[in-house]
């Protein structure tokens, strides 16, 4: 004899319904906001497309991969965030500046922890034959005031358009370094001119990339990290006004305030001759204005 009860779930809606019920008394709130929208978005995308098993199975096997993938020199993942657009959101909704305030871009898969020290003016690319470049300017506050002792953590691609963890002996850090402000608020960069750059395409991003016809070309950069006592640290990068990528960066995260005129010098100076840097060589200047931290 059937067993009388309550009505099961019987269509997809119901799926959802009663989905979205077991989700209602999550005691943390923000979590329960999280998780009710999570279902509420996967649930649509899936109602949307009418996602068949065969693509289901797919996604599972994609995300599988990209976890499988993701070590302490490879972040498959963070590729993807970048790739999908969601990066930039999320950067954009929790980094809203007061005007004038340096813009905050992607953080991107390649940072490492243990950049040495530097003094102004040391050499984040000892060992790379590009063309020297020397980044310069001054860390300031919303009111044009130097910020002395501020930190900038600096990183980038060699000029093959690798960064060292991408080498299969990358134990050792090359083109990063960190360095401080002055009492005037100044820093000085010595490096080699960023070329653009595909992100790793060998993984299951890079499949994503092709199978939709995209590139995965990044425009020319240096990436920082920005921070002092009392303010908000920036994450950014500053871009080369040449750049044919500029218009269809791979993860979005060019904004028009970063964009820098990258100077090429033919001639020696003084500045260069102190430095020991011979023609050619590029120069780019570029203050970073920090708001207060609240
Ligand atoms: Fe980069």
Known sequence: MAITSTPRSTTEDDITAEALRRFESTPDTRLREIMLALVRHLHGFVKEVSLTEREWFDAVQFLSETGRMCDDKRQEFILLSDTLGVSMVVDLINHRKPE???????????????????????????????TPMIVSGRVLDLGGRPIAGAKLDVWQADSSGLYDSQY???GELHMRGMFHTDDEGRYLVRTVRPVYYAIPDDGPVGRM???????PWRPA???FVVSADGYEPVTTHIFDDSDPYL?????????????????????TDERARQLGIDPPFYTVEFDFVLKPRV
Do not use: Q
């Open 100 to 130: 004038g305030a340096t813009e905050s871009t992607v953080f991107g898969p390649f940072h490492r922890e243990g950049a040495a020290e530097m003094a102004a003016g040391d050499n984040i690319a000892p060992r790379d034959s590009g």
């Open 168 to 170: 299969a002996d990358s």
């Open 209 to 215: 990339l092709r199978a939709t016809n995209r590139h």
């Open 221 to 223: 950069h240096v990436h």
């Open 247 to 267: 218009e269809s960066d791979t993860v979005f995260a060019v904004k028009d305030s970063l964009i820098c005129h990258f100077v090429r010098h033919d001639d």
